[in-house]
């Protein structure tokens, strides 16, 4: 049973909003032939967005309208990177603005239960599919800027 797609964007947007989400995200890179996994939760307030790397290495990234505070817990080294360093890079927009139908750095498409998200303007990633099951999403897969696959399944907290 499709869900129409309108019905999809809300799914993802309200989902994104959820104050807590877990998530595994597994990359397959072809210059190595390894798949990489790492584990970690997404924390969400007002301000800000949290998003903690529990495996295999202790990260936060620290995510705000104006800048990126990484933090690498284990070693406690710490950086801060302005958002306009990063352009219109298109994951970060995505998740910490939402899916906009009306954003000019992307174009949205619907198929059966999946939204694909392409960039308009070369920005080192290639079209992000956000598959929905059970009327939740189920995951996003997407190829980074290195042309490393990226699956990431996600876990809403209720």
Known sequence: MNIYSEDL???????????NISFIQS????????????????IRNKDKTIVFVDTPFKEKYELTKNEIIITDIELDQQSIISRE???????????????????????INYVDNSIF????????YGAIEVKFKDNKIYYLKYNDNLDIEN???????T
């Not at 990359?27 to 997404?42: A, F, L, V």
């Open 9 to 19: 964007t809300d799914i993802f947007n309200s989902s994104l909003n959820n104050p």
């Open 27 to 42: 990359s397959i890179n072809p210059y190595t032939n390894s798949i990489d996994k790492s584990e970690g939760r997404i």
């Open 85 to 107: 360093d990063f352009g219109s890079n298109i994951m970060m927009n995505i998740f910490l603005n939402g899916l906009d139908m009306n954003n000019p750095n992307y174009i």
């Open 117 to 124: 998200v392409t960039p308009v303007i070369e920005s080192g």
């Open 151 to 157: 699956l990431i399944f996600l876990k809403i907290e």
